[in-house]
């Protein structure tokens, strides 16, 4: 056998290997296992095994010379120490370098051929470790090329008789030298391919889940409905490739959205086996005939469906399901995607309980803002108007009606939203107390387009914040300021700013504002802490309220307030009475 006989016969051993790794990574779960330096002793073995089987075939790939074996055991050995790092290089190189000693085939070359591939595999792990994880095919082939090289060497010094050792690298050195280097070239190539794809996969799966996570976030916290259900139906039907979506609870269908919508009805119960057995057991199935999915109906168009139970706090809540037809069939890909969006749609339903929470808390902080803040305003108050009942009744009758007014409104903690022309007739209530107790002392400027009157506010929001410039603010120089407030509104929110030209603060005073601690007194700023925090609980960080402030020239509150997505008509409010 010549030379080139020999490259021609291993350049077809070497082509049935690489086509049978390529199809082994795609079409198993192995591509899962990944190739890094830092991999669990678990996927290390396992990496081990995989490239050192590779290099048995590539032994068993080549041909008999001269009692040896021209093989291509360096393109798997090599490339397994350069993606998994020195343990699995040497452990892929003990394998197949002890099974070409050990095993099989023997000769005169047994040894320094399987040294050589424990040496080839050793070498490339360790010159990983300079690589990280930017390897690629240059490495590969160029630690071949010298590998094999000293390869040979080995071969001629450590073999006898050296006459026969001559012989067979001059027959066998060349092909070896050329195959090997470009099999490894192509096999690290073939697995960065591989793996690459299934990043990029994997990627677009996250990114098509979070897609959708984003676009139902607001439907499934208010709670599994049928409403929550046939939204959330919809915005995944339409933007992942199945030929239907459905969302049960334990008894009945809640929403279906595609083919089979004749049959598979809302409000209905369940017609599948599949689904009935999927709540009964607790786990997600994947289903590949209509056999399996058990549908009652003749003539069901589903061939495949995925059905993932909907978790909340340890109980099962009702299913999510993707189904396939034979023209749109499902993959396992296609289940991995209904899991991932079980998953989601379970934690919003359990942010629904959250948000329930939060809205209990923002109301028991309501509550107790008025405990601390109603006493001392109301000594305050019945001071100033006891002052007024010998030198002007009338006047006094005008502060007990806003005072009046003021109370009724502030005792009534049970209010989820007021309108903006009710926070404002409170305010000015409260205004035109604190003006007859200090006179000129306290300016008001009030700018207020109409169109925002009836715009929904949670109650005591803008007061606490303008008395907090009244007592910290202005009522700290002795001829005392203004307060400006003003309050615009387009189509998406509600902007108000309350500005006055008091004292200001520090920068340490402001920043204690906004720490999320627990609240002693009054003097903490209560008001003002428990309007920064019911607002970013209700609406979220985005709409928290700003403070600017500097010392001796005033403070800044601005805060916006969004348009709900179900806003409520004026009728809809709730109000104090007369």
């Not at 007014?405 to 309108?419: A, W």
Request: aromatic share 6%; glycine share 8%.
């Amino acid at each position: 056998m010549n030379p080139e006989t020999l490259i021609i016969t291993l350049a077809e051993r070497f082509g049935l290997i690489v086509a049978g790794a390529f199809l082994l990574l795609t079409i198993t779960p192995i591509h899962k296992i990944g190739f890094r330096k830092t991999s669990p002793k678990a996927t290390i073995a396992t990496q081990i095994l995989i490239f050192g089987i590779f290099g048995i075939l590539g032994t068993y790939g080549g041909n008999f010379v001269f009692q040896s074996v021209a093989n291509l055991r360096a393109m798997a050995v090599i490339t397994g120490g350069l993606f998994g790092g020195p343990l699995v290089g040497l452990g892929a190189g003990l394998i197949a370098g002890g099974h070409r000693i050990l095993i099989d085939f023997g000769g005169f070359s047994a040894v320094p051929c399987g040294l050589a591939t424990v040496l080839e595999g050793t070498a490339a792990g360790l010159i990983s470790l300079k690589l990280a994880n930017r390897m690629d095919w240059r490495a590969a082939a160029g630690l071949a090329f010298v590998g094999e090289i000293i390869h040979m060497i080995m071969v001629l010094y450590l073999s006898s008789p050296y006459s026969e050792a001559l012989k067979l690298v001059e027959l066998i050195a060349l092909p070896m030298i050329i195959l090997n280097t470009f099999g490894a070239a192509i096999f690290a190539q073939v697995i960065n391919i591989v793996f690459r794809y299934g990043t990029k996969r994997d990627s677009i799966q996250a990114q098509q889940i979070l897609d959708i996570a984003n676009l139902t976030v607001g439907h499934l916290r208010s709670g599994l409905t049928m409403e929550s259900a046939m939204e959330t139906a919809k915005i995944i039907f339409f933007n992942v490739s199945v030929a239907a979506v459905a969302i049960t609870d334990n008894k009945n269908v809640l929403a279906h959205i595609g083919v089979g919508d004749d049959h598979h009805l809302p409000g209905k119960k369940i017609r599948t086996a599949s689904t009935l057995n999927a709540l009964a057991q607790g786990e997600p199935v994947f289903l590949d005939s209509s056999e399996k999915i058990g549908c009652n109906h003749r003539g069901c168009p589903f061939t495949s469906a995925a059905v993932v139970p909907l978790h909340k706090k340890g109980e099962i809540l009702g299913t999510l399901k993707l189904y396939g037809t034979k023209k749109k069939e499902l993959d396992l890909l296609s289940f991995e995607i209904a899991k991932g969006l079980a998953n989601l749609c379970s934690t919003q339903l359990e942010l629904e309980e959250i948000q329930i929470k939060e809205q209990m808390l923002a109301h028991a902080e309501i509550r107790r803002l008025q405990a601390q803040i109603n006493p001392h305003f109301l000594f305050n108050s019945l001071n100033t108007v006891t002052s007024f009942c010998r030198t002007n009744p009338n006047r006094a009758r005008e502060l007990l009606l806003e005072l009046s007014s003021y109370m009724r409104k502030n005792l009534d903690s049970s209010r989820g939203y007021i309108p903006l022309s009710e926070e404002l007739a409170q305010l000015k209530s409260y205004l035109a107390i604190e003006q007859a107790r200090f006179g000129d002392r306290i300016k008001v400027d009030i700018t207020v387009e109409k169109e925002c009157e009836d715009w929904p506010i949670p109650p005591l929001i803008i007061q606490p914040l303008v008395e907090n410039s009244v007592k910290h603010g202005i009522m700290g120089r002795e001829e005392g300021g203004q307060i400006t407030i003003s309050i615009q509104c387009d189509r998406r929110q509600l902007s108000v700013s309350i500005k006055d030209d008091g004292v200001g603060m520090s920068q340490a005073k402001l920043d204690q504002l906004f720490e999320k601690k627990k609240i002693e007194s009054c003097e903490e700023g209560i008001g003002v802490r428990n309007c920064i925090q019911r607002i970013e609980q209700i609406y979220g960080p985005q709409c928290k309220i700003t403070i600017t402030s500097k010392l001796n020239e005033g403070t800044c509150v601005s805060f916006k307030i969004p348009k709900l997505r179900n806003q409520p008509r004026k009728t809809d409010f709730q109000t104090t009475t007369s």
